[in-house]
């Protein structure tokens, strides 16, 4: 089924420890996004891409990094994981730019739940 | 910056019931409103995107308006299951990053009692 994967679901990491998050996209969407619910929050975005080779920051970037090397993928990466980003991550994409993205509106992952002890 | 508010933030209804969610968002100038629905440990699914130029979308019990001269959406469920119960959240845009960044209220805990 056309869609948003994320891979894991669950993970638990130590403090310190790096990983990285997959999301992969088969609908040819240039617009990707990577958002964080907590509690009580909401979702926060961390980091968006408009096209291969572009990214740049959402409210939350810290401790985190992304790269868009292809149109499918945008991996997101936890340099040194933090009790702090405990949390439940979602990946989101959308078909255009601009105007055409605010037409279409969002596609969502299923989430990945991480637990960092 | 943009801001959005749903409440309640919890509500408890019987079965059978019309209910009505509210979102509001501090800055007008939005393209358009998306309301989602989250399972417990799901991710979201889009129920309904309204467009600036529309003032209403349904898609069959769900009804969602949108009054951007007030700042205000809202969702209407009709005859509510229980297989209704879940988060119901909305979002938009920031207007000023063309799309770019979207803002999502906190949501509404809805659970329909049978």
């Known amino acids: 089924n056309a869609g948003v994967t994320q891979t894991p679901k669950f993970q638990v990491l130590k403090t310190g420890q790096s990983m990285t998050l997959q999301c992969a996209q088969d609908?040819?969407?240039?617009?990707m996004s990577w958002y964080r619910q907590d509690p009580g929050m909401g979702l926060r975005l961390i980091h968006y891409?408009?096209?291969?080779?572009?990214?740049d920051q959402g409210e939350v970037p810290n401790g985190y990094n992304v790269s868009r090397s292809t149109t499918e993928d945008f991996p997101l990466r936890l340099l040194s994981a933090a009790p702090s980003q405990t949390s439940v991550y979602f990946c989101?994409?959308?078909?255009?730019?601009?105007?055409?993205?605010?037409?279409?509106?969002?596609?969502f992952g299923s989430g990945t739940r991480l637990t960092v002890v | 910056k943009q801001e959005v508010t749903q409440i309640p933030a919890a509500l408890s209804v019987p079965e059978g019931e019309n209910l009505v969610l509210n979102c509001s968002f501090t800055?007008?100038?939005?393209?358009?409103l998306q309301w989602f629905r989250q399972d417990p440990g799901k991710g979201l699914t889009s129920l309904l995107l309204?467009?600036?130029?529309?003032r209403e979308q349904t898609s069959g019990r769900l009804n969602a308006s949108l009054d951007k001269s007030s700042g205000r959406s809202t969702l209407y469920i009709a005859a509510s299951q229980p297989g209704d119960s879940a988060t119901y959240l909305c979002?938009?845009?920031?207007?000023?990053?063309?799309?770019?960044?979207?803002?999502f209220g906190a949501g509404t805990r809805l659970f329909v009692k049978a």
């Open positions: 800055d007008s100038a939005i393209y358009n």
């Open positions: 309204i467009q600036s130029s529309q």
């Open positions: 891409s408009v096209g291969a080779g572009i990214t």
């Open positions: 609908m040819n969407h240039e617009y």
């Open positions: 989101a994409s959308s078909y255009g730019l601009g105007h055409r993205t605010l037409v279409y509106g969002y596609t």
């Open positions: 979002a938009v845009p920031e207007s000023n990053t063309g799309g770019f960044k979207t803002i």
